[in-house]
C-alpha cells in the first residue's frame, strides 16, 4: 500500500469510526457530502466510511 492509499484508508477509517458514534441528528444535511466536507473524502470513500460504520453499529448492538 502506497503512502497516498494509507492515507486515504485511514481517513475512511476515521471518518467510519466518526460516524459510528455520533447520532444522525447532530449531522446537518445528507451524510455523503457531510463525509467529503469534514474528511476530504471522495464520494465512494464516503460510501464506504458509511458501510464501514453500518457494520460496526450492527456489531455493537
Request: hydrophobic share 45%.
Amino acid at each position: 500500500m502506497t503512502g497516498a492509499d494509507h492515507q486515504h484508508t485511514a481517513a475512511v477509517d476515521l471518518a467510519a469510526e466518526w460516524l459510528s458514534t455520533t447520532r444522525r441528528d447532530q449531522i446537518s444535511g445528507p451524510l455523503v457530502p457531510a463525509l467529503r466536507q469534514r474528511f476530504g473524502l471522495s464520494a465512494q470513500e464516503a460510501c464506504q466510511a458509511i458501510a464501514q460504520a453500518n457494520l460496526r453499529r450492527a456489531r455493537a448492538g
